[in-house]
């Protein structure tokens, strides 16, 4: 069982909670994500881990999009229940793959890199972007989550670096680079309750919430309400 199946089977549904409430706050991570892509006639993408398949609103409506998590708190209705170490599709089916924001809870990344990337066609793509080492976001996650979420939060990041000794892996990387993805909130109010809930906060207040987020990632007020500065490490393979 991987970290990302015992943490989800306690976390899902408050996790899904926030994200319906607060569908927009991550609206510039998921943008950035399916930048770039042409969606063409036929054009069939894999999204896994999915959590609640939150990736469909911002993918075509006509576009054929399959559904896959690892845990059972997601995988209800068209999501599917997978593993990560044998995904379980036909090699070359899809025309993309993307995950986002859940391969550092894995034991083994480059065995779900190497999956991802058999089920992807000739010419097609594997997309991901996760929390880079050493940033802000990593402090967030693995200090201040793991110290105020009961299960705690112990996340294996990344670096530019990440896969030098994976040359099956590394041949296959075209670009890779950090991005700036702000959450974005109409108020305070709203971003406590959105990160309560989305990392499971339960063992701190309002106050301490909102003190762990400015002091650590910082807010900022601009004209389309309250961003809370965050960022990830975009990684793009190219299967040849």
């Known amino acids: ?14 996790y899904h909670y926030a994200m319906q409430q607060f569908p927009e706050a991550r609206k510039y991570e998921f943008d950035n994500l399916f930048s770039g892509i042409n969606f063409e006639n036929n054009f069939h993408l894999l999204d896994v881990p999915s959590g609640g398949g939150y990736s469909r609103n911002y993918i075509p409506k006509n576009k054929k999009v399959t559904l896959g998590d ?27 793959v993307f995950s986002l924001s859940g391969m550092h809870h894995l034991k083994d990344v480059p065995q ?30 693995n200090e201040f989550v ?22 099956d892996i590394q041949s296959c990387i075209s670009n890779c680079q950090y991005n700036d993805y702000p959450f974005l909130f109409d108020n305070v109010s709203e971003m406590i309750t959105f990160f309560k809930l989305f990392f499971g906060l339960d063992k701190a207040t309002d106050s301490i919430i909102h003190e762990g987020i400015k002091n650590i990632l910082g807010i900022k007020t601009t004209s389309k309400g309250i961003e809370v500065n965050w960022g990830l490490l975009l990684f793009q393979l190219k299967k040849e």
């Open 1 to 14: 069982m991987n970290d990302y199946q015992i943490i989800f089977q306690k976390r899902a549904a408050d």
């Open 70 to 96: 690892f845990s059972e708190g997601f995988a209800i209705d068209e999501i599917k229940l997978v593993t990560p170490e044998k995904l379980p599709f036909e090699s070359n089916t899809f025309d993309a």
């Open 146 to 167: 793991n110290t105020y979420n009961s299960l705690g939060h112990k996340g294996d990041f990344f670096q530019e670096t990440s896969f030098k000794d994976f040359t």
């Open 112 to 141: 779900f890199i190497r999956e991802c990337l058999r089920v992807t066609k000739t010419g097609g793509c594997f997309i991901f972007a996760d929390v880079k080492k050493g940033t802000s976001v990593d402090v967030f996650l």
